[in-house]
């Protein structure tokens, strides 16, 4: 609504000054919240980058963990002083080697196996039981011949087994997280291992056993640590870190730096149920908002898969949410705050300029007033600035415009002139059509007049060629042609019976007919021809085309036409492609004949079907051939259209109705 009809009563000064506070308060309400917008997606875009960044570094950490542990199973077990020990016996000085080994790696233990699986020795427990442990995937590996190192889950038994301290570890009783699923259980007893195996050769390469060595997650905070020291040291808001890490068996919370209310680490506490789902049911990495124990957080998880790629945990790292909104919102606020100190400035500067503008409109008034009165002669002074130079100059414009009236009357006056004389030209070239449509049709009755008269001719040649056939041996070579000559004499007789009939305006003979086989005949005819030696024709056809209903000389006749133009408008060179397909849906057959020539001007498409149409030099065409195969394919109930590209090439597309079933039958 116009501030001027709601108040019409106020002065200019007050519309101006209205008006201009309306557009300015509009326009800067979108360009403070959309400057809002790009200054939080660019903060919280830098955060999820940070985010991506620092999960990268962690997974680099942990894999490198894995590698290092890997590497050292694989040194001490190809190093020979394991099989030098085995061999005289001696388990006490064996033991004395591997001791510092398992300690200088951070081996929680380091477990010597036999070939079949069966722990033989145990560096951290030397009296532990003789299990099996060839069902964990990476001793299984190792005893295959392999090099292996992957992170497995370990049952509460096999952690005993191995030290009764590390089941201890291990064993966690869930805590009630918000957001997070229900627990199918209250506590967790396996424990999550870091393990790499390697295996044990003897003589001749036998495979004698395997040599393990893992590191429990659970409670050892070494890796977290590392990437925290790395990454995030140092960064902390209101009093909190504002990076955590965290390795996650399957959803808990093994070995973290998130830390309660209490400010103990939040082991045993779970993930939300968004990221479970994401990570556990859809099998992908998480990234984006999630509530972490007690806070929200920027986050992204990556899963963890054991030897054989189940997925068994997860890699967690996080920035602190309210570290980031909060300089968001600063920023925002600051931003609408010189916002709002700006406008304020333009409304004073806005007022005074509009108050000087508008003193001088009275003395301009008066001017006009006596230009009302009838002095025409009067000249308004353009010398003065805003209002009164703009009426001014309009004023004088106006008189220029009364002088100017006359000469644009006798230039209207030229110019109908010239539009009269290019009607009279359009007259004189439709007239010129009209002559050539009447020699088209005496050109046709005399037509009509030598078919009839050729028709004799042809019933001979048809008759003797027969009879030579008849007398022709089977075997005889020239047998063949004379069957071509005989079944394009009938051709050229039907042709003939077309034009008599169709200049005696007859029924199409319309009879159940298959279209490939139409296409086939009139390529055939006309492949030979000399416009052909530089075509390629590309057939893409349907082989259980359904029949249509078609008078077969017609469509002989549509086809012909379309395929001289394509090679007219490729210059007699490139590739013209046939496609048939059944259009269940539509009931109809689809018959495609695509060009790669010149293609057609988009002003000239829809006018390609029209009488007398052609974009031919004068002599090479009279426009009648697509309007003659419109026409064709009107009659069968049909349709033809056509898509071209300048440059590219045309495809003409033509659907027929399908024969009905009855006849089809009939003809079978």
Not at 396 to 403: A, G, Y
Not at 426 to 450: K, P, T, Y
Not at 517 to 542: G, M, P, R
């Amino acid at each position: 609504m116009r501030l001027d009809v709601l108040f019409p009563s106020r002065s200019l000064k007050a519309r101006l000054i209205s008006h201009y506070l309306v557009i300015l308060g509009i326009g800067g309400l979108v360009t403070s919240v959309v400057g809002s917008w790009i200054v939080s997606s660019t903060i919280m875009m830098q955060a999820h980058r940070s985010v991506d960044h620092d999960l990268a570094t962690a997974r680099s950490l942990y894999d490198q963990r894995l590698e290092t542990a890997k590497r050292t199973v694989q040194l001490v077990a190809s190093g020979g002083a394991i099989q030098r020990h085995l061999s005289s016996g001696d388990t006490k000085s064996l033991l004395l080697y591997l001791e510092p080994i398992r300690k200088d790696a951070g081996f929680d233990f380091l477990t010597l196996t036999d070939r079949t699986g069966r722990v033989t020795l145990r560096v951290s427990r030397p009296n532990g039981a003789a299990d099996d442990v060839s069902s964990i995937s990476v001793v299984r590996a190792a005893l295959s011949g392999k090099v292996a190192a992957a992170t497995e889950i370990l049952s509460a038994q096999l952690l005993n087994n191995e030290d009764p301290l590390l089941a201890a570890r291990a064993h966690m009783r869930f805590v009630t997280t918000p957001r997070a699923r229900p627990p199918d259980r209250i506590e967790e007893t396996s424990g999550m291992v870091l393990i790499a195996g390697a295996p044990i050769r003897g003589a001749g390469d036998r495979i004698l056993g395997a040599l393990c060595g893992g590191v429990l997650v659970n409670r050892n905070f070494g890796i977290v640590d590392r990437v925290w020291e790395l990454v995030f040291r140092g960064y902390r808001f209101d009093n909190q870190d504002v990076g955590s890490v965290t390795i996650f068996q399957n959803d808990l919370r093994v070995s973290t730096t998130v830390t309660t209310l209490a400010g103990e680490r939040a082991v045993g506490t779970l993930s939300s149920a968004d990221v479970y789902d994401r990570v556990f049911g859809q099998g992908q990495g998480f990234r984006g908002r999630a509530f972490v124990v007690r806070d929200w957080y920027i986050s992204a998880y990556d899963p963890i898969l054991n030897y054989d790629g189940k997925i068994i945990g997860m890699l967690y790292v996080g920035l602190l949410e309210k570290a980031y909104t909060s300089t968001r919102d600063r920023v925002i606020l600051s931003f609408f705050g010189l916002a709002g100190i700006g406008f304020i400035f333009i409304i004073g500067v806005t007022y005074y300029e509009i108050r000087k503008i508008t003193l001088p409109i009275a003395r301009m008034v008066a001017a006009t007033r006596s230009i009302a009165a009838g002095r025409f002669d009067q000249e308004v002074d353009s010398n003065s600035r805003g209002e009164i130079a703009l009426l001014a100059d309009s004023f004088n414009t106006m008189l220029k415009s009364l002088r100017q009236m006359r000469a644009d009357l006798e230039e209207w006056a030229r110019t109908l002139e010239e539009k009269v004389r290019r009607r009279t030209e359009e007259l004189v070239a439709m007239q010129a059509r009209v002559a050539q449509s009447e020699r088209l049709a005496s050109l046709g009755l005399l037509a009509a007049g030598v078919a009839h008269e050729i028709n004799n001719p042809l019933g001979g040649i048809l008759s003797l060629t027969a009879l030579t056939l008849e007398d022709m041996k089977a075997d005889d070579p020239n047998r063949e042609n004379l069957d071509e000559v005989v079944k394009q004499t009938q051709r050229c007789r039907d042709i003939v019976k077309g034009l008599l009939e169709f200049s005696r305006h007859s029924e199409a003979n319309m009879e159940p007919e298959d279209p490939n086989k139409i296409l086939q005949e009139t390529l055939s005819l006309i492949e030979k021809q000399a416009q052909f030696f530089n075509i390629s024709v590309v057939k893409d056809w349907d082989p259980r085309l359904p029949a249509v209903m078609a008078d077969k000389s017609q469509l002989q006749q549509v086809f012909m036409n379309i395929l001289m133009n394509a090679v007219q408008a490729m210059q007699e060179k490139g590739v013209i492609t046939i496609t048939t397909r059944h259009n269940a849906a539509a009931s109809s057959v689809e018959l495609l004949i695509s060009d790669t020539g010149c293609g057609i001007p988009s002003e000239e498409v829809d006018q390609i079907f029209d009488p007398f149409f052609t974009s031919k030099a004068s002599g090479q065409g009279t426009g009648l051939g697509l309007s003659i195969a419109y026409g064709i394919i009107t009659s069968h109930r049909g349709s033809i259209s056509v898509a071209s590209e300048v440059g590219k090439g045309s495809t003409f597309t033509i659907r027929l109705p399908v024969a009905p079933a009855a006849p089809r039958e009939e003809r079978a």
